[in-house]
């Protein structure tokens, strides 16, 4: 069982009270569980599908049917090429969330939301959502038979509104930031009476609960060992809030002996975290960023509602906030597809450049595991018109060839030979090449 508590006046809710903020001041709410003393593994694990294994720690009774699609439960990758490249003084590991659903973390939030509000008799859901999150939520409300409406930005890549169309979800686009969806959301909640499934704790307390389960996972796949860093991309914050939750729930309960330190990363073009934390800012003390501006878009969020928790995270952890450029984005996000076999979107690139910026500077070393957070097959769009991949390649001239490294240069060769070969068969045949121009159009 649990409860809900006001962070501001400390009033307490339960589940049938069917609050998601505070109705006395407003305030957020945080989840407490009844679970007190030392577990072993086997108490806390139950035999449950994906990420509900943990449901010792989740907001449903263990009698309760949950809306699932197996989310969780994501392979933990070790990194040996990327590693090396980067010049890592340890290990390095992905956690590999586009293997989920949906193809991103977001479904683990999603399935929680989605089950407490089934839970509460929610009729209807809505979302606001700059990319993975709206995916998530309208396939989860399908599953749950519920109807549910999609705010998003009007810059949101094609591919994701025809994601949330697929499921069965109407998407209403508009100018302007998700911070605007949200507001939105929320203003026609009381109207339409739907349930807001953001993944803001502010408006939504039950979404972090499922993305903490990433820690849990995390710590198990390691034969229960703690890692010294985990690293994680910053939009809304929420994820790296999640994360130290988990950890610490876990230390709480003896099944972990200490913590990680935690780094934050964003986009240089909208990095208020980072900002906060280089000024020595107190958490309340984040500002909106001006004019975001990052290829990295579902992270491009002007203020984090859950920055605050985020940022105290980071500091309590020893940990660290990292800003790296588009430019470097781009470079680790065809990187880590080309060396480890995982397509990423240029968002969950972020934190594993901001891990060798860190490792660079002696910041980051040992055991590093980096949460690479959404499939790349949700921008293949965006990367076509960066690389002009799909389409023939043209021959490199002899200024961007001398500038490839050595061993793109004889990739570049042996694709070459591969063609002329190709061609003395079947003159019509032509190359799409896997390295063409290094740098994006």
């Not at 001041?25 to 407490?32: A, K, P, V, Y």
């Not at 240029?346 to 957070?373: C, D, E, F, M």
């Amino acid at each position: 069982m649990y409860n809900l508590q006001c962070a501001k006046c400390s009033a307490t809710y339960t589940i049938e009270d069917a609050v998601y903020q505070c109705s006395k001041c407003g305030g957020s709410l945080d989840i407490s569980y009844a679970l007190r003393g030392k577990l072993t593994p086997s108490e806390f694990i139950i035999d449950s599908p994906g990420m509900w294994r943990y449901r010792r720690l989740l907001p449903a009774g263990l009698t309760d049917e949950v809306i699932t699609l197996s989310e969780g439960l994501t392979r933990l990758h070790r990194c040996d090429q990327l590693q090396e490249r980067i010049g890592l003084d340890g290990s390095l590991y992905i956690k590999d969330e586009t293997g989920n659903p949906t193809g991103t973390y977001k479904d683990r939030p999603a399935s929680v939301g989605v089950t407490v509000a089934k839970l509460m008799g929610a009729k209807a859901l809505a979302i606001a959502s700059d990319g993975n999150a709206a995916p998530s939520v309208a396939a989860y409300a399908a599953r749950a038979g519920l109807p549910c409406f999609a705010f998003m930005p009007k810059t949101t890549p094609l591919e994701r509104l025809i994601q949330v169309q697929m499921y069965g979800a109407p998407v209403i686009t508009l100018d302007g930031s998700v911070n605007e969806c949200i507001q939105l959301a929320e203003q026609g909640r009381e109207l339409f009476g739907w349930h807001h499934m953001s993944t803001a704790g502010p408006v939504n307390p039950y979404q972090r609960e499922g993305s903490k389960t990433i820690a849990f996972e995390i710590c198990e796949q390691l034969g229960w060992k703690v890692p010294d860093w985990v690293a994680g991309p910053v939009g809304g914050g929420g994820l790296i809030a999640s994360l130290w939750q988990g950890f610490q729930e876990l230390h709480g309960l003896g099944l972990i002996d200490k913590l990680p330190k935690l780094l934050a990363a964003q986009a240089a073009g909208c990095a208020p975290l980072v900002r906060a934390y280089t000024a020595g800012d107190p958490p309340e003390g984040i500002r909106r960023w001006e004019n975001p501006d990052t290829i990295a878009t579902t992270i491009e969020v002007p203020y984090p509602l859950d920055g605050p928790m985020a940022l105290q995270a980071v500091r309590e952890s020893g940990g660290t906030a990292v800003a790296v450029a588009d430019e470097e984005i781009l470079a680790m996000t065809r990187q880590i597809s080309s060396s480890e076999g995982i397509l990423v979107e240029p968002t969950a690139a972020v934190s594993l450049t901001a891990v060798r910026k860190a490792s660079q500077s002696g910041v980051v070393k040992g055991t590093v595991i980096n949460v690479v957070t959404g499939t790349g097959l949700k921008t293949l769009s965006l990367f076509a018109s960066l690389w002009g991949m799909g389409a023939k390649a043209e021959e490199l001239p002899a200024s961007e060839f001398a500038e490839l490294t050595e061993g793109e240069r004889q990739k570049v060769e042996m694709e070459q030979e591969v063609l002329r070969w190709a061609q003395s068969i079947n003159v019509s045949a032509q190359i799409s090449s896997s390295v063409g121009a290094r740098k994006p159009r």
